[in-house]
């Protein structure tokens, strides 16, 4: 939304914010309907056993590029989103790759061009069939591929702040050259095997171009591309 309103020329700055609190019946209820409940979040893990929920906020400032003489911290090159409703609680592949495909097509990169991404990364047997399944399909022949990592095994899932918490992580690693690791993640799944996953230390490199995935309940797919600021 702040993209668009600026792009309509409707605003020059916007704050994007997102924050959810955990009240006990929604942990609860999470609980409930995971046996046994699981201790932490281990997207692509042999071990992972769900979702682990968590709290925080993120904002972000978006501004139209020469409106202000501070510095920027990185360039949106796109933000692409749909709605396949495919399933209440199970993401599509076809729908999530549409939405990564789009965001790519907005950003004028190739596969080639992304650097790094920011999964989603759930930890639940579905998310982490899907995003490894598109991941795949997406970046097929492309040698070495974009490092792939996830936010949540050290923050769980914060809901509404998620994707804007990955989106923060994927701009620090272009600042920075250092992309953390996914914590825990020793014994990848098959399906995930030849993606390039950040274990144990981080990763480091002069980062260019990053991929964030927020997959939302409902078929809510969203995809950013950001490039490191000049």
Not at 35 to 50: D, E, K, M, S
Not at 68 to 74: G, I
Not at 96 to 124: C, E, F, K, N
Request: proline share 6%; net charge positive.
């Amino acid at each position: 939304m702040a993209t668009d309103l600026i792009a309509l020329g409707l605003a020059e700055t916007v704050v994007v914010a997102g924050t959810d609190a955990i009240t006990e019946s929604s942990f609860g209820g999470l609980d409930r309907v995971q046996n046994p409940p699981p201790r932490a979040i281990r997207p692509f893990a042999r071990q992972r056993r769900g979702m682990v929920m968590g709290e925080g906020a993120a904002a972000v400032v978006v501004r139209a590029s020469g409106t202000h003489s501070r510095p920027a911290h990185a360039r949106v090159r796109a933000v692409a989103m749909n709605c396949d409703a495919a399933h209440a609680t199970v993401p599509d592949v076809a729908g999530v790759t549409g939405a990564v495909r789009d965001a790519h097509r907005r950003a004028g990169v190739d596969a080639a061009d992304i650097d790094l991404v920011v999964v989603h990364g759930s930890g639940t047997r579905h998310n982490d069939a899907v995003e490894a399944g598109v991941l795949r399909d997406v970046f097929r022949g492309v040698r070495p591929g974009p490092l792939v990592t996830s936010v949540k095994s050290g923050l769980g899932h914060t809901c509404g702040a998620s994707g804007l918490m990955s989106l923060i992580v994927a701009v620090l690693a272009m600042r920075t050259g250092e992309l953390p690791p996914i914590p825990g993640l020793s014994d990848p799944t098959p399906e995930a095997r030849d993606l390039r996953l950040v274990v144990d230390h981080p990763a480091h490199g002069r980062f260019a171009t990053a991929q964030i995935n927020a997959i939302g309940l409902g078929g809510i797919n969203a995809v950013a591309v950001v490039g490191r600021a000049a």
